[in-house]
């Protein structure tokens, strides 16, 4: 069973993994594929980037679930894994 004092460390980690690969995926696979037709990477990138985006909505679920969080932050949680650095900046707000 899943418990409630890992839903949030977990969270924040699969932000992490999410927000770099958004950004491997946006800074460098896809000038590779743009400038130097190597699509491969943005292949290779998005895979891994579409898995850990929908880990992060998995993560967003179970944190609310068990913390019972609001409206306001679920949204800001989600509209933070569609901006550049938006779940390092959700994260640190977070926390607070």
Request: hydrophobic share 60%; charged share 10%; proline share 5%.
């Amino acid at each position: 069973m899943l418990q409630r004092q890992h839903s949030l460390p977990f969270m924040r980690y699969v932000g992490w993994g999410e927000g770099s690969s958004f950004l491997l995926l946006l800074g460098i696979a896809m000038p590779l594929k743009y400038a130097f037709d190597l699509p491969q990477a943005v292949f290779i990138v998005g895979v891994a980037h579409g898995f850990l985006f929908s880990l992060y909505l998995l993560s967003i679920a179970w944190v609310t679930l068990v913390h019972r969080w609001s409206f306001v932050r679920v949204l800001a949680a989600f509209i933070a894994a569609f901006i550049p650095f938006g779940p390092f900046l959700f994260d640190r707000w977070n926390r607070r």
